[in-house]
């Protein structure tokens, strides 16, 4: 009795707790999304679709297919980079496994933000990257690497790799050894053991780690404002703006309900591939 009735109140201020501070916020945003800008007052009570007209504009949609291409760059080399390490890691003795999760996880312990700033302490004019290649007389003048749009791939990939390495690693972990001991018995080849075995079995895990990075990487602004500075405007950077430099709440609302629809898609993706997984592994079992 006591244990259900804990459980109640658990289950019940948790939902509580996020239809108050998620659920409502998140309807003011879609209700603002259908209503017509007011320079005075934010925003008038009239009916208005200007702000999704806005968000289709050309301009938009440049920032929209930019931020996308990054956004799916930052996708693939934190996927090629996290695999090996999160295949590495779950085969490692138990011990080494959690020194291995420890040490991922420590960053976490720090603000993404002041991690951002160490970034800009190495990749600036007098970083320490420019200052050690000058010493060593590798290069006569210092790189340009802050400011540009290969500093902000680099921060939201050094952002968002563990992101992509928890979910593989959980997947690889589950992953039934038996099989590729079995298709090498057959003598398969390691090409074919890993391209129609292992990534098969782990693609719950490719999705999902993809779905985390994708997903911040088309909604993160801090990052590129500031290690991209001006030269860098991403569907992030776009939402913030319209809140809170031109004040137009009904387009930036409009952006927002585009990328949660955009994250639903890719949570139905990924619900689909895991459900196709667990059949997979089901009818292997029998």
Not at 74 to 88: D, E, H, Q, R, W
Request: glycine share 6%; proline share 5%; charged share 10%.
């Amino acid at each position: 009795m006591v244990k259900s009735r804990f459980r109640n109140f658990a289950v019940g201020s948790t939902m509580l707790w996020i239809t108050v501070f998620v659920v409502v916020p998140y309807l003011f945003v879609v209700l603002y999304s259908f209503l017509e800008r007011d320079p005075a007052a934010i925003i008038a009570w009239n009916f208005d679709l200007a702000g999704y007209r806005e968000i289709f504009s050309p301009v938009f949609l440049v920032v929209c297919w930019y931020s996308l291409l990054l956004a799916l760059g930052t996708t693939v080399i934190s996927l090629l980079a996290g695999y090996p390490f999160a295949f590495i890691l779950a085969r490692m003795p138990r011990p080494l496994q959690r020194m291995g999760l420890l040490l991922m996880i420590i960053p976490f312990w720090t603000s993404s933000l002041i991690r951002t700033y160490a970034l800009i302490i190495l990749m600036k004019a007098n970083g320490i990257i420019n200052t050690a290649l000058l010493s060593l007389g590798l290069i006569e003048e210092p790189l340009n690497m802050l400011y540009t749009q290969t500093a902000v791939f680099v921060g939201l990939v050094y952002t968002l790799l563990p992101f992509m390495v928890l979910p593989l690693y959980t997947s690889i972990q589950k992953l039934d050894t038996r099989l590729i001991e079995a298709a090498r018995d057959l003598g398969a080849a390691n090409r074919h053991i890993f391209t129609r075995i292992i990534v098969p079995l782990t693609m719950p895990g490719i999705v999902a780690g993809s779905t985390m990075v994708f997903l911040p990487a088309l909604g993160l602004f801090y990052i590129p404002d500031l290690l991209g500075g001006a030269q860098t405007m991403l569907i992030g950077n776009f939402i913030k703006n319209q809140f809170l430099t031109t004040v137009n709440w009904p387009a930036g609302s409009a952006a927002s309900v585009v990328l949660t629809v955009i994250m639903c898609l890719f949570l139905y993706v990924y619900f689909l591939s895991s459900r196709k997984a667990h059949t997979s592994g089901m009818g292997d079992m029998a």
